[in-house]
């Protein structure tokens, strides 16, 4: 006995409809995308938004306090008559405002002296942070100079480095007089010729190629001469 079915495959083969072969499989004639794909990729999308409002906020309080800059200070430290051209006189001020005493600092002020070339009607602020490690320096009228107890850096008259380890002169403070008192303002660091530079930290030389090799940081205010 013979099976018809399996005696005429060419007349069983004839009776089916033959689908052409999915290319790629998994996709029908004339599709770019199956539903699967479409799932894939709509739950990844999900996925990454996600994350995004989870990592994005986070990642922006991090770094906002290194890009703010904050607004800029000033602050009157006495009258016009408190300073003379020959010696300094040392005022405290707030840098920082808003953390106490944390945020004080020190500066030596003068009136601007004709023997330095500087304009009578300008007043000098310099500050007392070491430009070598940030130790506090003491002006020493005996000898006109700045002394700084931690390491022995000194510096001369008007804040040069003149002995010692500090790498470059000590930082200023812009000036103003607003109504016959003289006012500080933002700190600045100056080069080995008292060129204005952006604020640096003690320890970062200044002038010549160091300004690339210690740029300053976002939240430094430009110096007075730009
Ligand atoms: S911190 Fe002033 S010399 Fe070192």
Redesign the pocket.
Known sequence: MSDSKNDNPSAESSSRTVLPDPEPRGYFEGESLTRRKVFVVASQALGGVAAAAVVLPAVGFALAPVFSRGEERWEAVGSTDDFLPETYRQVVLTETPGIGEAGKTTAYVRQGSAKYEEDPAEYIAISTR?A????P?RYVQAATNFI?P????VYDFIGKRIG???VRPLDHFQTRVIDGNVELGPRYSVTNDLKAVRTRD?GEFTGGIWEYLYPPRPTTFPPPSS
């Open positions: 070491c070598h490690l940030g130790c320096v700084c931690c390491h022995g850096g010692g380890p500090p003690p």
